[in-house]
């Protein structure tokens, strides 16, 4: 029992120094190396590393005004905003909507778009009351030409002093209903078939209520007067038809505003046209008659009871002679003498 505890006794001593041992060899081996964590300067210059090809202004911008191509750079940023240009040359003669001071970033939204950009140099868009008659059965579409007629009514039951004629040639339609040239009708899916987008172009056009026409600006008095004084009518044609009235052959309407007479020793000035021309504006009985009274041809009937009337004394506050038209806005009827 004896020697057996002193073998026990021994086999701890020997295992004792062997654990010793081995923790001292570990304690002679050096510490394995800490890794940092990156710093904050290492951080930004990692997120640097990726720039992006923006468009900026070189200069001031103002709105309204067209880009000249010598006033955009291509700077690399470390943003890249949405709607961003990547080159210059899309942007040249674009107009901001918004004053851009220099190195701001261009984006789509700064800059006009839609129909505004569809209208030619010195036209104009205007909106036309439409119907299903008006509007040729609503088949005119974005992008045709049409003819605009006018149908004034005479007062009365004369039907000879009623008058159709047309009143502007070959007009490019802008807008039908809800369908534009721009092609940014609302409730377009763009996503969708063909078949589907025409489905809802024609389901559009026959609720249309509006025809948005490109009109010059000095014919616009014209055809505000002829909405409000009558009937218009839209008349489609073939694109390729180039024909149009001369208007050399017409005597041209006297304006409501009288231009300033030139002063002693100056050139006669030119007619109006433009501005100037739409500024002074027509009055209703002039677009009616042309500036000039109507000889109108008058029945035998009329004419032998028109006599005594010719011949008697002028009363005083008697009616006004002439051809008389009657004028329909709205709900409201007006005759208009001259």
Wanted: charged share 20%; proline share 8%.
């Amino acid at each position: 029992m004896i020697n057996l505890t002193k073998i026990i006794a021994a086999v701890l001593v020997l295992l004792a120094l062997a654990l010793g041992g081995y923790a001292w060899l570990l304690s002679r081996q050096p510490p394995p190396p800490v890794v940092a964590a990156p710093s904050a300067a290492a951080a930004g210059k990692t997120a640097q590393a990726q720039t992006f090809r923006v468009v900026v202004a070189a200069k001031p911008l103002p709105a309204g005004r067209a880009i000249p191509p010598d006033a955009l750079r291509v700077e690399r940023l470390t943003i890249n905003p949405a709607g961003a240009f990547q080159e210059t040359a899309p942007l040249a003669g674009r107009v901001p909507v918004i004053d851009l001071g220099e190195g701001t970033p261009l984006v789509e939204g700064q800059l006009v778009s839609g129909l505004a950009l569809r209208v030619g140099e010195g036209e104009r868009a205007v909106a036309i009351k439409a119907d299903e008659v008006m509007g040729v059965g609503h088949k005119v579409r974005p992008g045709d030409f049409v003819d605009v007629f006018l149908m004034l009514k005479s007062d009365g039951k004369d039907v000879d002093r009623s008058q159709a004629r047309l009143l502007l040639s070959r007009k490019r339609v802008l807008a039908y209903g809800g369908a534009s040239i721009d092609g940014m009708a609302s409730g377009m899916d763009k996503n969708g078939s063909a078949q589907q987008q025409q489905q809802q172009q024609a389901s559009r056009a026959e609720a249309a209520r509006t025809a948005v026409l490109a009109v010059p600006v000095d014919d616009i008095n014209r055809l505000t007067i002829a909405e409000y004084s009558g009937r218009l009518l839209l008349a489609l044609r073939n694109p390729t038809d180039m024909s149009e009235p001369d208007p050399k052959l017409f005597a041209e309407l006297p304006t409501a505003l009288q231009p300033v007479p030139p002063k002693a020793g100056e050139a006669r000035r030119p007619p109006l046209e433009g501005l100037d021309r739409a500024q002074a504006g027509v009055i209703a009985a002039d677009f009616v008659t042309g500036g000039k009274p109507v000889n109108l041809r008058v029945p035998a009937a009329a004419a032998v009871a028109a006599a005594p009337a010719a011949n008697a004394p002028a009363r005083t506050g008697g009616s006004r002679g002439g051809l008389q038209v009657e004028v329909i806005r709205g709900d409201r009827s007006e005759t208009i003498n001259y």
